[in-house]
């Protein structure tokens, strides 16, 4: 038997689609799983206790998929729950631990080392779980496991990422309890491909995807956008990093869905990239059902659009809103305010721009949350120790550790730049804006998703959709 453990009850609820494929994989391959949802759970620890008192797994998984909320100020950390429930398990079973996720996926053994558990995937672990389930037992060797993160008496080991050219995920979409995550959580999930060969100074998932994009057959996509139907879920946010990159594969899957004859009944959301994107796309889009997209906009400032290594510039980010408001498709910005670089005057020009052209909704979010490998940690690391560099925020002390969340704005922007920002935003509510401080589970002016009661009311009442046209609908 094969345990996997969700411990991510941040609020609203996300389904744990990573646990779904994993258990679908394994599942396929013979092997008998057990899910434990905690998020699911009025009480996780009792929860963990009860399920040991009477099975004995020979292996346990935790998923891992935020190892913080990548938010300042907020800037909270998870290891601390990552790791009780790994020393819960360790009380209550002899079984060796393994974890996965996209945000281990960044910090794969310093997690694993941290936590205290035995192994760590970093990439896909739908081949993983099943090449470990048969190194346990003595069928390959653990340096054969893709992707694996392990220790013997010489230290930690490091295998070759887990990111397989072809992708055949199962679709059924049956181990989690998707309609339950539906209620609570507003949005289904369905995932088209993965990685991303761009270089965004500031981007981690290169580091956990893979740094080229590995597409799923668009049949496979529309299957199990069925079977999530089936189940009554209907609302759906694709989990790609970037649905457009690359354009012909997002036109492919489109092309299925309308072929299939569901779009009529499906609405969905993507992130998008400003670039590429036309007519073509948009309306495309559109009749497959997409109803709001999510663009990477970052910043309109030809300095920081240099800075930040992005393959827009302003022509495109207004051809994007325009095509987006012609195919009745709503549309938020994101920005990336305050990385190397960014001045008064280069913010300015930013939210300038962004309030004249009045996309749907912006989301002003300030600080870039610095991760080891990325082009910009290892910009700053040219100044010298970190520790030095100024326009470094954090909330621990001590030596810099990327692993706690850590954040770059630029010292340009001087004491208070959340209040820059929001003077500049002035009460322009199309926009989500930063604050000084606050402590999450507040309904605040910004648009962290963590512990968002405000999300949470709105969804018990009945919304459905992306968060931020949640929050976006809620205001007006
Ligand atoms: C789509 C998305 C969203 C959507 C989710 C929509 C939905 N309905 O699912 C929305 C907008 C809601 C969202 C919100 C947030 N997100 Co988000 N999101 C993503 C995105 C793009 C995809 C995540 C995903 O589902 N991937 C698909 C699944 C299948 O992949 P996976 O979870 O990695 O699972 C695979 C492997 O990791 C592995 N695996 C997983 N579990 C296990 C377990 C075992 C035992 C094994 C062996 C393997 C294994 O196998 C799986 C299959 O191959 C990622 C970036 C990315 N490209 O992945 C960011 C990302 C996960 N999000 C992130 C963050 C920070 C958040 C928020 C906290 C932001 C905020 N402050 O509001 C919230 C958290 C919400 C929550 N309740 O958890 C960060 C996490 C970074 C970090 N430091 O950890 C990421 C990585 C983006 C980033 N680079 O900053 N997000």
Same mark, same amino acid.
């Given at each position: 038997?094969?345990?996997?453990?969700?411990?991510?009850?941040?609020?609203?609820?996300?389904?744990?689609?990573?646990?779904?494929y994993v258990?679908g994989a394994a599942?396929a391959a013979?092997?008998?799983?057990? =899910?434990?949802?905690?998020?699911?759970?009025?009480?996780?620890?009792?929860?963990?206790?009860?399920?040991?008192?009477?099975?004995?797994?020979?292996?346990?998984?935790?998923?891992?998929?935020?190892?913080?909320?990548?938010?300042? *100020?907020?800037?909270?950390?998870?290891?601390?729950?990552?790791?009780?429930? =790994?020393?819960?398990?360790?009380?209550?079973?002899?079984?060796?631990?393994?974890?996965?996720?996209?945000?281990?996926?960044?910090?794969?053994?310093?997690?694993?080392?941290?936590?205290?558990?035995?192994?760590?995937?970093?990439?896909?672990?739908e081949?993983?779980i099943v090449?470990?389930? +048969?190194?346990? @037992?003595?069928?390959?060797?653990?340096? %054969?496991?893709?992707?694996?993160?392990?220790?013997?008496?010489?230290?930690?080991?490091?295998?070759? $990422?887990?990111?397989?050219?072809?992708?055949?995920?199962p679709?059924?979409?049956? #181990?989690?309890?998707?309609? %339950?995550?539906?209620?609570?959580?507003?949005?289904?999930? =369905?995932?088209?491909?993965?990685?991303?060969?761009?270089?965004?100074?500031?981007?981690?998932?290169?580091?956990?995807?893979?740094?080229?994009?590995?597409?799923? *057959?668009?049949?496979?996509?529309?299957?199990?956008?069925?079977?999530?139907?089936?189940?009554?879920?209907?609302?759906?946010?694709?989990?790609?990093? +970037?649905?457009?990159?690359?354009?012909?594969?997002?036109?492919?899957?489109?092309?299925?869905? =309308?072929?299939?004859?569901?779009?009529?009944?499906?609405?969905?959301?993507?992130?998008?990239?400003?670039? *590429?994107?036309?007519?073509?796309? #948009?309306?495309?889009?559109?009749?497959?059902?997409?109803?709001?997209?999510?663009?990477?906009?970052?910043?309109?400032?030809?300095?920081?659009?240099?800075?930040?290594?992005?393959?827009? @510039?302003? +022509?495109?980010? +207004?051809?994007?809103?325009?095509?987006?408001?012609?195919?009745?498709?709503?549309?938020?910005?994101?920005?990336?305010?305050?990385?190397?670089?960014?001045? $008064?005057?280069?913010?300015?020009?930013?939210? %300038?721009?962004?309030?004249?052209?009045?996309?749907?909704?912006?989301?002003?979010?300030?600080?870039?949350?610095?991760?080891?490998?990325?082009?910009?940690?290892?910009?700053?690391?040219?100044?010298? $120790?970190?520790?030095?560099? *100024?326009?470094?925020?954090?909330?621990?002390?001590?030596?810099?550790?990327?692993?706690?969340?850590?954040?770059?704005?630029?010292?340009?922007?001087?004491?208070?730049?959340?209040?820059?920002?929001?003077?500049?935003?002035?009460?322009? %509510?199309?926009?989500?804006?930063?604050?000084?401080?606050?402590?999450?589970?507040?309904?605040?002016?910004?648009?962290?998703?963590?512990? @968002?009661?405000?999300?949470?009311?709105?969804?018990?009442?009945?919304?459905?959709?992306?968060?931020?046209?949640?929050?976006?609908?809620?205001? @007006?």
């Open positions: 038997m094969l345990l996997l453990i969700n411990a991510n009850s941040m609020v609203p609820l996300v389904a744990p689609i990573g646990v779904d258990a599942e013979g092997i008998d799983v057990d =899910v434990l949802d905690l998020a699911l759970q009025q009480d996780a620890g009792a929860a963990l206790n009860a399920y040991f008192a009477t099975r004995s797994p020979r292996l346990v998984g935790v998923t891992f998929r935020n190892v913080d909320d990548s938010f300042w *100020p907020s800037a909270r950390s998870f290891l601390g729950l990552l790791e009780g429930v =790994v020393q819960q398990t360790r009380s209550c079973s002899d079984a060796p631990i393994v974890l996965g996720g996209v945000g281990l996926s960044i910090f794969p053994e310093r997690i694993a080392a941290r936590v205290g558990a035995d192994y760590a995937v970093r990439g896909d672990g081949p993983a090449e470990l389930w +048969e190194a346990l @037992h003595g069928a390959r060797d653990l340096s %054969e496991v893709a992707g694996l993160v392990w220790q013997n008496e010489h230290g930690w080991h490091a295998n070759g $990422p887990s990111w397989p050219a072809s992708l055949a995920l679709t059924a979409r049956d #181990a989690i309890q998707n309609a %339950e995550y539906f209620r609570r959580g507003g949005q289904g999930n =369905v995932e088209t491909k993965r990685g991303c060969a761009r270089r965004c100074v500031y981007c981690a998932d290169p580091l956990a995807k893979g740094n080229r994009a590995r597409m799923r *057959p668009p049949a496979d996509v529309a299957s199990e956008i069925e079977a999530l139907l089936e189940q009554g879920i209907d609302v759906l946010h694709l989990c790609d990093g +970037e649905f457009n990159v690359p354009r012909a594969h997002a036109l492919a899957v489109c092309e299925e869905i =309308v072929r299939r004859r569901i779009a009529g009944r499906l609405a969905w959301y993507a992130y998008l990239t400003i670039r *590429p994107f036309d007519e073509e796309l #948009a309306s495309t889009m559109r009749r497959a059902g997409c109803v709001g997209i999510n663009f990477t906009g970052d910043t309109a400032s030809e300095l920081m659009l240099r800075s930040y290594r992005l393959a827009h @510039h302003r +022509e495109h980010i +207004e051809q994007a809103v325009r095509l987006c408001r012609e195919h009745g498709i709503t549309c938020m910005v994101d920005l990336l305010l305050g990385g190397p670089g960014e001045t $008064p005057e280069s913010v300015a020009d930013t939210l %300038e721009f962004f309030k004249l052209l009045a996309p749907d909704a912006v989301g002003a979010a300030l600080g870039m949350r610095l991760y080891p490998g990325t082009p910009v940690v290892l910009q700053l690391c040219k100044l010298g $120790p970190l520790e030095g560099v *100024p326009g470094i925020l954090r909330k621990y002390s001590g030596r810099i550790d990327l692993l706690q969340p850590t954040f770059y704005v630029s010292p340009a922007l001087g004491e208070e730049p959340a209040k820059l920002v929001r003077e500049l935003v002035s009460n322009d %509510e199309r926009f989500f804006v930063p604050e000084d401080d606050r402590p999450s589970a507040t309904a605040g002016t910004d648009h962290n998703y963590n512990d @968002h009661q405000g999300l949470v009311d709105a969804i018990a009442a009945g919304a459905r959709g992306a968060y931020w046209d949640i929050l976006r609908r809620l205001r @007006h």
